[in-house]
């Protein structure tokens, strides 16, 4: 007697082989029979109509800080995702040192787009070494199962301290960096992660620590993957960083990178095309190198207490350094402005916004007579007023004491080279980046949108292609051997939904971070049901509190 038959569904098995009809039983947590009629069970579902897939992987979430206060890592388990990577670009908190833990949390708090005060109230901090972390993370238990990064940043400031967000490593320090990363890979991390970016900033505008790294300290860190023989290298690249740099790094060490963040921007259209015709050149060559890419366009809500887009931009930091009423002064400081719009006049390689006004919308106006404002662009906006658009921003924006929301959709809007992205052979498709950055937007629900938009709507990509790159391929990419497929034998880790009507809903705002903080959110449309590890964690009408939440967290991981 099965647990569980699923009977008469679209078997899209997560290999990229063609659907077709077949009932699946589930006993103990695994998949125990595929076929025509694979025996009884306790519970049958029907699902003529349905089409059955591995639970999606999300290999690039931030989930490190949550994950110690929600076990049900909310909202990705109901958005589809039965696995997620965490770590990702080095934003971790483990290791970490009780006297580092609140100089963690401020580096957190801006680049993962939380609050302090969230992050004060929810973490539980029950460790201090990254072995530790993940007997915590264990004990704690999670509905999705989960592997780690070991993460640079905190690396960093476990060796270094305050020092690590200001100079390179000396010989010493990186020695002990590698011996951590050693020591973490036999713990169970799923590699090492690290972030080059120049939009990855700290409070008051420091660079986050790994930003500080040289090339031998990435040489010698990501060669302790190579000493270990398994894991994976995965960072968030800026212009230092180039693909025959990590290329070198591939061929040196054997293990697989995974460079992030491929994102469409118009205003350098061939960029990341360029990045992809390196990465297949790597591959020619035998090196296993993979372009992260987002089939979502990055919008990002904000106000201009807190406005991730232009963080990355050299003159805006005398306002990251500020706050009240000075930061205040330094908007309406006509030098600060005047920096602002030259370096906005000059090209660059890599950057969050590009002086793209039409991009820029108002949301939310704070007070009540200027709600007609409310949808339109800052360049309209900025054209009625008879202004510059940047002076516009910050004088309409210093008029309602810097509450005023706007959203800005950037990069990967433009449908046309997103599809190209989303079929580049060397394309993995991820970049959720669920668990941080939650008031600014929600893609936790990317599977969805897959499967929904692209699939359905484009038709850019077969059902089969989509399922494959949501399960089997980040599997294999990042070694988890006993999942991403639907064969006898492995985790039985399911998602049940109907292909005429899968997608993610609108983005709304709840209040559920701890304090009652906000976040933004997406509901799965067409969704029948997903399974963790054999356990219903969700069904058409949003997430199940199983008795005990039935992630594993994964240690063990292929070469
Ligand atoms: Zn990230």
Redesign the pocket.
């Known amino acids: 007697m099965h647990d569980l038959v699923i009977r008469n569904a679209l078997l899209v098995d997560g290999t990229g082989a063609p659907a077709r009809r077949a009932s699946v039983a589930i006993s103990g947590g695994r998949i125990a029979a595929l076929g025509e009629a694979p025996g009884d069970a306790r519970q049958v579902i029907a699902a003529e109509g349905l089409a059955l897939a591995p639970g999606i992987i999300d290999t690039?979430t931030?989930y490190d800080a949550q994950i110690t206060w929600d076990a049900g890592l909310h909202p990705s388990p109901e958005l589809g995702v039965s696995t997620v990577v965490i770590g990702?670009?080095g934003?971790t908190i483990a290791p970490c040192r009780p006297q580092h833990r609140d100089l963690t949390l401020r580096h957190l708090t801006h680049v993962e787009g939380m609050s302090l005060d969230v992050l004060r109230r929810g973490v539980r901090w029950e460790f201090e070494t990254f072995p530790d972390y993940l007997a915590q993370i264990e004990r704690l238990g999670h509905v999705p199962s989960v592997a780690a990064f070991i993460g640079h940043s905190s690396l960093r400031t476990w060796v270094m301290g305050e020092d690590a967000t200001t100079r390179p490593a000396c010989p010493a320090e990186v020695a002990e960096m590698r011996r951590l990363v050693v020591e973490a890979m036999h713990a169970g991390a799923v590699g090492f992660a690290t972030s080059t970016a120049p939009q990855h900033n700290g409070e008051g505008g420091t660079p986050m620590p790994s930003r500080l790294a040289d090339e031998a300290e990435l040489r010698s860190l990501v060669g302790a993957l190579g000493e270990v023989g398994h894991g994976v290298f995965m960072l968030?690249k800026g212009g230092g960083t180039g693909v025959p740099f990590l290329e070198t790094l591939a061929a040196e060490t054997g293990r697989p990178v995974v460079i992030?963040?491929l994102l469409h921007n118009p205003t350098q259209p061939e960029g990341v095309f360029d990045d992809l015709r390196l990465i297949a050149a790597a591959q020619a060559r035998g090196r296993r190198l993979y372009g992260q890419v987002s089939c979502c366009p990055l919008t990002n809500e904000f106000t201009l207490r807190s406005p991730y887009p232009f963080e990355s931009l050299a003159a805006w930091l005398p306002a990251m350094q500020a706050t009240g009423e000075d930061l205040k002064r330094v908007y309406a400081d006509r030098d600060f402005r005047r920096r602002v719009g030259e370096e906005l006049s000059r090209p660059a390689a890599v950057r969050l916004f590009n002086g793209e006004w039409r991009k820029l919308r108002l949301v939310e106006a704070a007070r009540a007579d200027n709600r007609r404002h409310e949808g339109r662009s800052i360049a309209d906006l900025a054209a009625e007023a008879g202004k510059a658009p940047l002076n516009w921003l910050l004088d309409f924006s210093l008029s309602e004491d810097l509450d005023t929301i706007y959203t800005a959709l950037l990069l990967n809007s433009d449908e046309a080279a997103v599809g190209r992205l989303l079929r580049d052979p060397n394309a993995t498709i991820a970049l959720s980046?669920a668990g941080?950055h939650l008031t600014f937007f929600c893609d936790a629900g990317f599977g969805l949108h897959l499967l929904g938009h692209w699939v359905r709507e484009r038709q850019v990509l077969t059902l089969e292609e989509a399922v494959w790159q949501l399960s089997g391929r980040p599997a294999a990419i990042f070694g988890i051997a006993d999942r991403g497929r639907i064969a006898p034998g492995l985790a039985a880790d399911l998602l049940l939904f109907d292909p005429a009507t899968v997608g993610r809903g609108p983005t709304r705002r709840v209040f559920d971070l701890p304090g009652g903080a906000p976040r933004l959110t997406t509901a799965a449309l067409g969704l029948a049901g997903v399974w963790i590890n054999g356990v219903q964690v969700a069904d058409a009408t949003g997430p199940l509190a199983p008795e005990r939440p039935p992630g594993r967290l994964l240690r063990r991981f292929a070469a």
């Open positions: 690039h931030h990702n670009c934003f968030t992030a963040a980046d941080a």
